[in-house]
């Protein structure tokens, strides 16, 4: 009996309670609404919310600095990295820079989040307006110190320092990459204990997001709770929630259907046509399980065998594609934080929008290859350019179907890239 219980709590999908949660959190805010109890919405039920983003927000450095130095050490030596590995890296920035920029165009021009009634959410905005002001005064701030203050700002004084802020993310991923670099210069053998140090850390990481994940129903309802009593209700949230999904799911279709079969057709021998018809069997594969670690061992078999792409190649490029090559995310994530700077009635400057290009591109490569990891990793973009973390409420409940397809797009752009380095 024991076991049949077991059993069927497994079998119940985590997307399935997140919409649940979600549904839950919109009923109870609801109804908080009708009884007028606001109150307790925001004393018994919002606290859960921050706690969950609090937990994704505590588990994010982590999370990129030990994906990065793992995802570099095992690049096995330098002569590896040089050879190849500078190579898919300089084709996974383009493709991740031409992600977030069809993420960004996409988001930008169809603006889903306007469709929300700024005047019944007016109170909802001026809770923001000290942190934009927040935002300029520090862009005119770093405008003072001159053109190339950026790469002061990128080199750390103190990592521990930096590692206390989410905010200082890119300081922590300069010294990720600094540190797998050198490590990459020292024998096999002496740094074995430290590969093994960051083998076993990256599992026990990878486990607490799990675990924090797993939280995400519960965290969503209160969030959502106190989202639908701080927006009175308002029913345009939801039309501006399916025009933002909408949006998404055609951003990332365009990467698959029409951007990556252009990089096929100019940049490798395959015909484009055969390379859409042995890649369709992966691409179903990453959309069910929307992990792109689970789809590896079918990528790699379907690359080398119908694609061509030697075992050299495909065995070093694919395993690390899986950890920094995310164009489905950064695209997503791009499009993502500007539905929710939009509904939060946060306008973005050129300086704002220029680092979520650029938060998308460098924290999509630490995102997990698991379902859900890019929950995390979203907070960290949206805390670098200051719009609340909370605003990810407004999205959970219909990221799976969404998470389905950017694990596609990821699994594809590890295929091309493959292919063109071959």
Not at 367 to 382: D, E, H, K, N, Y
Request: proline fraction near 4%; glycine fraction near 8%; charged fraction near 15%.
């Amino acid at each position: 009996m024991i076991q049949m219980k077991t059993k069927k709590k497994r079998s119940f999908p985590l997307y399935l309670q997140i919409l649940i949660g979600m549904a839950a959190g919109i009923m109870i805010g609801i109804i908080a609404l009708k009884l007028d109890a606001k109150w307790f919405i925001d004393d018994w039920m919002y606290p859960f919310g921050r706690l969950f983003i609090r937990l994704l927000q505590l588990i994010a450095i982590p999370l990129v600095f030990v994906t990065l130095i793992k995802g570099l050490i095992g690049l096995k030596d330098i002569r590896s990295f040089s050879r190849i590995g500078v190579k898919a890296l300089i084709f996974y920035c383009l493709t991740s820079i031409i992600a977030v920029s069809v993420g960004l165009s996409a988001g930008l021009l169809v603006k889903p989040g306007k469709l929300v009634d700024k005047e019944k959410v007016a109170h909802i905005e001026a809770q923001y307006r000290e942190a934009a002001a927040e935002k300029k005064a520090t862009a005119l701030e770093t405008k003072q110190k001159g053109p190339l203050a950026f790469i002061e700002d990128i080199v750390p004084d103190n990592i521990v320092g930096a590692a206390s802020k989410n905010s200082q993310m890119l300081q922590v991923i300069f010294f990720a990459l600094f540190f797998g670099l050198a490590a990459l210069s020292i024998k096999n053998e002496k740094i074995k204990s430290v590969t093994n140090f960051f083998d076993g850390l990256n599992d026990i990481i990878l486990r607490m997001v799990d675990y924090i994940i797993r939280f995400a129903p519960y965290g969503v309802a209160a969030l959502m709770s106190g989202i639908i009593t701080d927006y009175q209700g308002d029913a345009s949230i939801f039309s501006a929630l399916g025009l933002y999904a909408v949006t998404v799911a055609v951003a990332l279709l365009t990467m698959i259907t029409i951007f990556y079969p252009l990089v096929v057709h100019f940049f490798t021998k395959i015909k484009v046509k055969k390379f859409i018809k042995v890649m369709y069997p992966v691409q179903l594969f990453a959309f069910t399980t929307s992990s792109s670690a689970a789809t590896l061992p079918l990528t790699m078999n379907v690359v080398k065998k119908h694609l061509g792409v030697s075992e050299e190649t495909s065995s070093f490029i694919l395993p690390i594609g899986t950890t920094i090559n995310m164009d489905g995310t950064s695209c997503y994530q791009t499009i993502a934080v500007l539905f929710i700077a939009q509904v939060l009635g946060i306008d973005l400057n050129i300086g704002q929008l220029l680092t979520i290009i650029g938060m998308a591109v460098i924290s999509s490569i630490g995102t997990p290859a698991i379902p859900g990891g890019s929950f995390v990793i979203l907070t960290i973009v949206l805390t670098a350019v200051g719009i609340p973390p909370e605003g990810l409420a407004l999205i959970l409940g219909i990221d799976r179907p969404l998470d389905m397809i950017r694990t596609a797009v990821n699994v594809t752009g590890d295929a091309v890239i493959s292919s063109v380095v071959d």
